[in-house]
């Protein structure tokens, strides 16, 4: 009853988020993102020797004394590749799955129109990627809780903060990864119109975040670093400092809504001059 008095564009958002969540890829990659940080909890406790000290990801040897570190140890695995893996599949999809399909020109039947169906397959991935931010956190959390003791959590600057306010930082840095996805799946939607088959898209976007990364990682072109899509991911550690550094979170945010501005315009620009002939 509520929906069918709702406006076109909300109507066509709740359709559009009932199609993504329906979908059993949808959900195997959710769940995917999800084990990420219980196999990390699971090698961790069933080691013999215990997680190496200065080795392997940030955080991993402060799992055995608090267990909510798993969950933050899966963000800093999971914002490199496995995010955006996901989100270039999701964003990848938005157009090019539909023109694939035959059904694009369907849905640009008034009153749903271009600009509308544009909007309204960004806001979808949008909310596809707080819940795949969620999944990895949750996953952390639940293998924490289940195979390690959950007590005072000493951040970065040497400060200790008790289970509550720790589970709170560490949801903080699951809207961090969240906000970092969001101009990646802006380039990806971009690509998505710009051709017919989901798969190029979707290798497009994936790609297009490695290249990032690997620019990011060479000092040479430190120039250049403030400028990638990829340079503040890893600064969700500065959630973990007492009190919490929002520079980089601010940085960050600024950075994703010039991409999401940027790439915006460009799929706007594209899809509305666009023959739709499928």
Request: proline fraction near 5%; glycine fraction near 10%.
């Given at each position: 009853?509520?929906?069918?008095?709702?406006?076109?564009?909300?109507?066509?958002?709740?359709?559009?988020?009932?199609?993504?969540?329906?979908?059993?890829?949808?959900?195997?990659?959710?769940?995917?993102?999800?084990?990420?940080?219980?196999?990390?909890?699971?090698?961790?406790?069933?080691?013999?020797?215990?997680?190496?000290?200065?080795?392997?990801?940030?955080?991993?040897?402060?799992?055995?004394?608090?267990?909510?570190?798993?969950?933050?140890?899966?963000?800093?695995?999971?914002?490199?590749?496995?995010?955006?893996?996901?989100?270039?599949?999701?964003?990848?999809?938005?157009?090019?799955?539909?023109?694939?399909l035959g059904t694009l020109r369907y849905l640009l039947v008034a009153p749903a129109g271009r600009v509308r169906l544009l909007v309204v397959k960004y806001l979808a991935c949008a909310v596809f990627c707080v819940a795949a931010a969620l999944a990895v956190v949750l996953g952390g959390v639940l293998a924490g809780l289940a195979l390690f003791p959950v007590g005072r959590a000493t951040l970065l600057s040497g400060d200790t903060i008790g289970p509550g306010e720790a589970l709170g930082r560490l949801l903080l840095m699951g809207g961090f990864a969240t906000v970092s996805l969001l101009g990646l799946a802006a380039i990806g939607l971009f690509a998505s119109t710009m051709t017919t088959v989901p798969v190029g898209a979707m290798a497009a976007t994936v790609v297009l975040a490695v290249v990032s990364q690997v620019l990011d990682a060479l000092d040479q072109l430190d120039w250049l670093h403030p400028w990638l899509l990829s340079d503040h991911w890893l600064d969700i550690a500065d959630l973990l400092r007492q009190p919490i550094a929002w520079g980089s979170f601010g940085q960050n945010a600024l950075l994703q809504a010039a991409y999401v501005a940027f790439f915006g315009a460009l799929a706007y620009g594209r899809f509305t001059t666009k023959d739709i002939l499928a």
């Amino acid at each position: 009853m509520l929906l069918s008095s709702a406006s076109p564009g909300t109507r066509l958002f709740a359709s559009e988020l009932s199609v993504l969540f329906r979908r059993w890829r949808t959900w195997a990659m959710l769940a995917a993102l999800a084990a990420v940080p219980v196999l990390i909890g699971l090698a961790v406790r069933f080691s013999p020797k215990g997680p190496p000290t200065g080795r392997g990801p940030a955080f991993l040897d402060q799992i055995t004394d608090n267990g909510l570190f798993v969950g933050v140890v899966g963000l800093v695995v999971c914002t490199p590749l496995f995010l955006p893996l996901t989100i270039g599949v999701v964003a990848g999809d938005t157009i090019a799955g539909e023109a694939n399909l035959g059904t694009l020109r369907y849905l640009l039947v008034a009153p749903a129109g271009r600009v509308r169906l544009l909007v309204v397959k960004y806001l979808a991935c949008a909310v596809f990627c707080v819940a795949a931010a969620l999944a990895v956190v949750l996953g952390g959390v639940l293998a924490g809780l289940a195979l390690f003791p959950v007590g005072r959590a000493t951040l970065l600057s040497g400060d200790t903060i008790g289970p509550g306010e720790a589970l709170g930082r560490l949801l903080l840095m699951g809207g961090f990864a969240t906000v970092s996805l969001l101009g990646l799946a802006a380039i990806g939607l971009f690509a998505s119109t710009m051709t017919t088959v989901p798969v190029g898209a979707m290798a497009a976007t994936v790609v297009l975040a490695v290249v990032s990364q690997v620019l990011d990682a060479l000092d040479q072109l430190d120039w250049l670093h403030p400028w990638l899509l990829s340079d503040h991911w890893l600064d969700i550690a500065d959630l973990l400092r007492q009190p919490i550094a929002w520079g980089s979170f601010g940085q960050n945010a600024l950075l994703q809504a010039a991409y999401v501005a940027f790439f915006g315009a460009l799929a706007y620009g594209r899809f509305t001059t666009k023959d739709i002939l499928a």
